[in-house]
């Protein structure tokens, strides 16, 4: 029996790290297929024109223009179509104000963008692997920021 194909959205402005994550996504040869946008705009466009066969996991960077990740994710958990897609937030900074918020706003984990492409491939295998209705059940603030 083949397995579906897992769904990943990347959001991030900039072209460097979605190519970054891209090949290291590639590199982990799992069962998975890769959309890229550049804004927060773009995401909430494409969500709702694939609603019924949408990402089942994002990645979202914060900064951004148009419409950046904070604003993004708020709009996204305010929409009960898609309460069962994981949101990872996938960002440069490590402030505990932008942990604090994304974790409110009802993002699943907060990754910071690891600079090694092998710190890379490790986060986006252990999010990949995870357990998300698991994981959703015993959601606290403690196991929200990934740690490599």
């Not at 799992?30 to 959309?35: D, G, I, P």
């Not at 960077?61 to 996204?76: A, K, T, V």
């Amino acid at each position: 029996m083949k397995m579906e194909k897992l769904k990943i959205l990347l959001v991030d402005d900039d072209e460097d790290d979605r190519q970054f994550f891209a090949d290291a996504l590639d590199s982990l040869d799992m069962n998975t297929e890769l959309v890229q946008l550049t804004d927060g705009e773009a995401c909430l466009e494409y969500m709702n024109l694939y609603k019924n066969d949408g990402p089942n996991l994002l990645f979202l960077d914060l900064n951004m223009p148009i419409m950046n990740g904070f604003q993004c994710l708020e709009r996204i958990r305010q929409q009960a179509e898609f309460n069962d897609v994981t949101i990872a937030i996938y960002s440069t900074s490590g402030a505990e104000k932008d942990i604090d918020e994304t974790f409110n706003k009802g993002a699943n984990i907060y990754l910071k963008k690891p600079a090694s492409f092998q710190d890379l491939k490790n986060s986006l295998r252990q999010v990949i692997k995870t357990n998300w209705t698991y994981q959703k059940n015993d959601f606290s603030k403690e196991n929200f920021l990934l740690k490599v």
